[in-house]
């Protein structure tokens, strides 16, 4: 279900001094896709990350419902409609959980700017689990 706009708000919590965001996801992951946007809790109208302040991305992490049998997912951090070159890989080595960290300051974003995550698949399965993506900000 969608989450009412005062529990999304209020939907992060703090973590080694950054901001901790959650809410993206993708149920029943298809096999094969390209780039596709995430939606946020559920909806488009939160697919993109806006923050009121300059910030970069710290840690992006990728759980899965149930793990890889085959195949592989990407999830890429795409600032202002760029891949940043931030991204989390599920495969053999990585079939259920998978955090991919940077130096505060790698991967900045202004003020405004939108920040999305887009899935990949290649060969995946099972397509009956659900994806589930997060980020961690630091303010620049």
């Not at 901790?20 to 946020?40: I, K, Y």
């Not at 959980?97 to 995946?124: C, H, K, M, N």
Request: hydrophobic content about 45%.
């Amino acid at each position: 279900g969608m989450l009412s706009s005062a529990a999304a708000e209020g939907a992060y919590v703090r973590r080694r001094g950054a901001l901790f965001l959650m809410g993206w996801g993708q149920a029943n992951v298809p096999g094969s896709q390209s780039a596709v946007t995430l939606d946020r809790y559920g909806t488009s109208l939160h697919r993109p990350l806006i923050l009121p302040f300059a910030a970069s991305i710290v840690s992006l992490m990728v759980v899965m419902s149930a793990a890889r049998t085959a195949g592989t997912l990407t999830v890429q951090v795409y600032i202002e409609g760029a891949a940043s070159g931030l991204e989390a890989v599920i495969d053999g080595d990585n079939p259920l959980t998978v955090e991919e960290t940077a130096a505060a300051g790698e991967y900045p974003f202004d003020a405004g700017e939108q920040v999305t995550l887009r899935i990949t698949t290649s060969g995946w399965t099972p397509t009956s689990a659900d994806v589930h993506a997060f980020v961690e900000v630091s303010a620049t």
